[in-house]
């Protein structure tokens, strides 16, 4: 299995985000790139696509650590720029929560850091929208 995304097909006005749907011609246009980058993917058969909204926080910092929501809650998430680094981080959490020693310091990526923060949504919004309105904070 293989997931891709992104591009350069999607709606990039706040005004055209409100309703984007998937179309067929972002997936074409993905599948085109990677068989161009890697030409024993050109015989791939797509077997589904999907969409969703990127989440991410107003310093643009992933959330990875203990939270204190819930007694053993921990989060790894709100990666602005998509997952890339999410294996890594990943492989850190486990050894926050086991216990083994890090090679790597979590606590810029604290879930915690924006417990006193107030932040109010706009009524409608997407990850566009949002990105604008926590830029403006």
């Not at 909204?53 to 709100?78: E, H, N, R, W």
């Not at 890090?102 to 810029?108: I, R």
């Amino acid at each position: 299995h293989l997931l891709t995304g992104g591009g350069a097909g999607r709606p990039r006005k706040l005004e055209e985000q409100h309703d984007y749907m998937l179309d067929w011609k972002d997936c074409i246009r993905n599948a085109s790139s990677l068989a161009t980058i890697f030409p024993k993917l050109g015989d791939v058969n797509i077997i589904r696509c999907w969409t969703g909204t990127v989440g991410f926080t107003p310093d643009g910092f992933p959330l990875v650590g203990k939270s204190s929501i819930a007694d053993g809650l921990y989060i790894i998430g709100g990666y602005p720029a998509g997952m890339g680094l999410i294996c890594y981080t990943a492989k850190l959490l486990s050894e926050m929560i086991t216990g083994k020693e890090m090679e790597t310091n979590l606590d810029p990526f604290n879930p915690d850091r924006f417990d006193k923060m107030k932040i109010e949504l706009p009524e409608r919004y997407n990850y566009a929208i949002l990105e604008d309105y926590l830029g403006r904070l």
